[in-house]
């Protein structure tokens, strides 16, 4: 079983919405610093938000507040990136990620990684 698993990319046209799922392990869920990044073509890595379950978030990348959101769900060890008001530049893979290093509102050092899943926006 992977340790975290993204699901729920796809294509919708500007405007539009996605809510992204980050599955992982109970342990890692529990313990660890979970994080969202993207990384959209010919550009580096950036991360969007950091969290622990146990604290909430500890950052959000300020271009995003007020059109993506995260939530969980703490009885499916699941986070949620609710993503509203897409646009081109949103387009990206986009990963959950996990540390257990601090501080947590630090967006680097992230060492465990899912696979990414794929958003693409476009009329």
């Known amino acids: 079983q992977a340790q975290l698993e993204e699901s729920g990319g796809g294509s919708v046209p500007p405007g539009g919405s996605l809510r992204l799922s980050c599955v992982a392990s109970?342990?890692?869920?529990?313990?660890?610093?979970l994080g969202w990044f993207r990384q959209a073509p010919g550009k580096e890595r950036e991360g969007l938000v950091t969290?622990?379950?146990?604290?909430?978030?500890?950052y959000i990348d300020d271009s995003l507040k007020g059109r993506f959101t995260v939530f969980q769900e703490n009885g499916k060890n699941t986070l949620y990136l609710q993503m509203d008001n897409l646009t081109p530049e949103d387009t990206a893979m986009y990963y959950c990620?996990?540390?257990?290093?601090?501080?947590?509102?630090?967006?680097?050092?992230?060492?465990?990684w899912g696979q990414g899943t794929q958003v693409t926006i476009s009329s």
């Open positions: 969290l622990r379950i146990t604290r909430g978030i500890l």
């Open positions: 109970k342990y890692i869920y529990d313990n660890y610093c």
């Open positions: 990620a996990a540390k257990q290093t601090s501080p947590c509102s630090d967006t680097t050092q992230f060492d465990v």
